[in-house]
């Protein structure tokens, strides 16, 4: 029994190693938003990861993963350019500490995705959790905005969506290649266009950036779009894409962290009580059955 569950212990710590990681990316974004313009900051930071993972397959020596090349792709139109765009643009309306809730469906959504991509059938329990932890998310936003969604809570539902689906693809992958290679590799594969739309919104997007803001767009491409999935694709593969998804919801703790000290947002009594009730659900969810 021992060895039959060490995959997944190890599964859900590199999970969480990426969580931490991902936690601060809202509030990177935020402080980003002072000197770039959400499409540069899009592009700029893929660029900046796209170089490190470029060295880091240089200087070990890795081959092309042949037959991977529209799996790649698409994991990286998602986690590349879709979840950076919509949640740069939601950044510019709601304060990151409210988008760090909101992001808590992503562990339901990844586990839709992983039922329709990848095979993996969470049983009923385990769905019962996820609603229940969508359901206060959705909850929280709508309650924040005098029960009215706001354009930055549905930019961010599409972030979502497409980082789930991103999550997926990548942890097929990385069942094959490892986790780092994984995303370096569709760094890689979108580093043209990257490049190409950099310089096109150069002008127009960049701002008289300060030190911090540089430094954000720093962490933006360097974490949050190359660090960070190593762990979390390594994560998703090893310990089951559904349930170590669910340890995402935790990363709301991370965020309004960061959030408190970096932005100095003041989180309310009530956006911890809710941070609380769904990290409870992540307890539970993770103990339920999944084929």
């Not at 402080?31 to 200087?59: D, E, M």
């Not at 689906?165 to 370096?184: F, H, N, Q």
């Not at 779009?225 to 190593?230: A, D, E, P, R, S």
Request: some cysteine; proline content about 4%.
């Amino acid at each position: 029994m021992r060895i039959s569950t060490h995959p997944q212990a190890m599964g859900m710590a590199l999970g969480l190693i990426g969580v931490i990681i991902f936690g601060a990316t809202l509030p990177m974004t935020h402080i980003a938003l002072g000197g770039f313009s959400p499409f540069f900051i899009t592009f700029g930071r893929a660029v900046i990861a796209s170089v490190a993972a470029g060295l880091t397959l240089l200087l070990l020596k890795k081959r092309w993963p042949r037959g991977q090349g529209a799996m790649l792709l698409g994991a990286g139109i998602c986690v590349v350019y879709g979840f950076p765009i919509f949640s740069s643009i939601a950044m510019q309306t709601i304060p990151a500490s409210h988008g760090g809730v909101i992001l808590g469906i992503l562990p339901l959504l990844t586990s839709i995705f992983a039922a329709l991509v990848d095979g993996e059938r969470p049983g009923p329990a385990f769905w019962a959790y996820g609603l229940a932890g969508a359901a206060l998310v959705v909850f929280f936003s709508i309650r924040d905005s005098g029960f009215h969604l706001q354009a930055g809570d549905l930019w961010l539902f599409l972030a979502a969506i497409t980082a789930a689906l991103g999550y997926v693809l990548s942890a097929k992958v990385s069942r094959i290649i490892p986790g780092w290679e994984m995303i370096s590799w569709a760094l890689i594969i979108t580093a043209p266009l990257s490049v190409v739309a950099t310089l096109l919104v150069m002008t127009s997007g960049v701002h008289a950036p300060t030190g911090a803001e540089l430094g954000a767009l720093s962490y933006l491409g360097l974490m949050s779009m190359f660090g960070g999935f190593v762990f979390w694709n390594a994560g998703l593969a090893l310990g089951g894409i559904a349930r170590v998804a669910q340890v995402q919801l935790l990363q709301t703790f991370v965020t309004l962290a960061v959030s408190a000290v970096l932005l100095g947002e003041v989180i309310s009594l009530s956006t911890i009580g809710f941070a609380v009730a769904v990290a409870l659900i992540v307890w539970l969810g993770r103990k339920a059955r999944i084929a």
